[in-house]
């Protein structure tokens, strides 16, 4: 069954299939900045937008997800997404860079609610996303950096 997806601010028909949104976002729209690495809800590798709270689309039904507001790391162009994304450079908050989308996802989301996070609430906000190159002490300074707290 052909459902509408609105993905970046554009509206796609899709034929799910099943699938989850993460695999409709790489295979079918070609978004491949949204990474699968656990694929169970572990990593935050694959952290989007919903409606302006981060999932793990590797875990969401695509069908679940018609009807909502989807934003990739492609699509984040906010000034506040801006300023992270100088951030992390800024600060070198990344080695290999495969979790970094997802970082720079739930960062957003976080300063979106949160402008002047604490190290706590950074902490808490960031748990879902796993950084195997250890970059954590360096992405907690580009979000409080992107902040405007250092
Ligand atoms: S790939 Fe989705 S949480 Fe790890
Ligand atoms: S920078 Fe390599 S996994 Fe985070």
């Known amino acids: 069954m052909e459902i509408t997806l609105a993905v970046n601010g554009q509206a796609y028909s899709v034929v799910p299939e099943g699938r989850r949104l993460l695999a409709v976002l790489r295979d079918d729209l070609e978004l491949l900045g949204t990474k699968l690495a656990c694929g169970e809800g572990a990593c935050g590798a694959c952290a989007v937008l919903l409606d302006g709270r981060p999932v793990n689309a590797c875990l969401l039904l ?31 908050a990344l080695q290999c860079g495969f979790c970094t989308p997802g970082q720079i996802v739930s960062a957003t989301a976080l300063l979106e609610r949160t402008s002047r996070p604490t190290r706590e609430e950074i902490h808490e906000a960031m748990a879902g996303n796993l950084c195997r190159c250890g970059a954590y002490p360096k992405i907690e300074r580009a979000i409080l950096r992107a902040a405007g707290a250092t």
């Open 62 to 92: 695509a069908e679940a997800a018609a009807g909502h507001e989807i934003v990739t790391i492609e699509g984040l162009s906010t000034i506040r997404a801006r300023a992270i994304q100088e951030a992390f450079v800024a600060e070198d």
